[in-house]
């Protein structure tokens, strides 16, 4: 798997570029946004793992512009402390996000953890295709359809929506979309899942205030209802059992 790792703090770049080359990851560094945009359109990344606060420029936004020319996952490790700071980075595409300080463990959990979700991405066929009334996803290019107009989804927004587009007008709770979206088990991360839900729901809904396709059942989960020609759902909801 080939990294690249974006953080102005050299002395940190350095220790995680050697540890990660031990245990069998092409690594790449960049200190400077400049340096960032270049690996990673020539080096073409799996996973970025990157600290947003670099001077004199919006990290977040330059990924978002160069997720168009490379799709890369990417993890942001940030000092912030405020759960809001979380929100917005996820709401603006990251996949996953830890703070610092970490122990090399919860690092490498989460890279095997994005790790799996790429390989599932690769491995998926062309028959990902799946059409759920007016919504036609595509997770093999990490795309969504809505009557018509094609929006770009993010690795993460692509796996959760098509996890619920194959449960249809059920409901899946927060620890089912956790385990599929980010690959392990226990309790559902409300704010993480919330953020993408969100993102998803301003890509897809006619009014992303009053959702229209995505629908929250408070304390279960969410539903992505199939609605039909006459705007009525086809059947009743019911909660996803696995």
């Not at 359109?41 to 919006?58: N, R």
């Not at 409901?171 to 979309?177: F, G, H, L, S, Y």
């Not at 009014?207 to 995505?214: A, K």
Request: hydrophobic share 40%.
């Amino acid at each position: 798997m080939k990294l690249l790792v974006i953080d102005s703090d050299r002395d940190l770049v350095e220790m995680l570029t050697s540890w990660l080359k031990t245990l069998g990851y092409e690594v790449h560094r960049a200190y400077t946004a400049e340096r960032a945009e270049l690996e990673w359109l020539e080096q073409k990344p799996d996973l970025v793992i990157m600290d947003t606060a670099l001077k004199d420029v919006d990290l977040l936004a330059l990924c978002r512009d160069l997720r168009i020319k490379h799709d890369a996952l990417t993890l942001v490790v940030t000092d912030g402390k405020d759960v809001q700071d979380e929100v917005r980075c996820l709401e603006s595409g990251a996949d996953d996000y830890l703070r610092k300080p970490f122990f090399p463990s919860q690092l490498l959990a989460r890279i095997r953890s994005v790790s799996r979700r790429s390989r599932g991405t690769l491995e998926r066929r062309p028959s990902s295709l799946i059409h759920v009334g007016p919504i036609c996803v595509d997770s093999l290019h990490n795309e969504v359809t809505v009557n018509g107009k094609t929006l770009r989804l993010t690795p993460t927004e692509s796996k959760m929506l098509h996890f619920l587009a194959i449960n249809a007008n059920d409901v899946c709770t927060a620890n089912q979309i956790v385990t599929h979206v980010w690959g392990y088990d226990g309790d559902g991360d409300a704010c993480l899942i919330k953020a993408h839900i969100r993102h998803l729901r301003q890509k897809i809904e006619p009014d992303p205030g009053n959702p229209y396709y995505i629908l929250t059942v408070p304390g279960v989960g969410y539903t992505l209802l199939r609605r039909s020609a006459d705007d009525e759902a086809i059947r009743p909801l019911r909660v996803v059992s696995r």
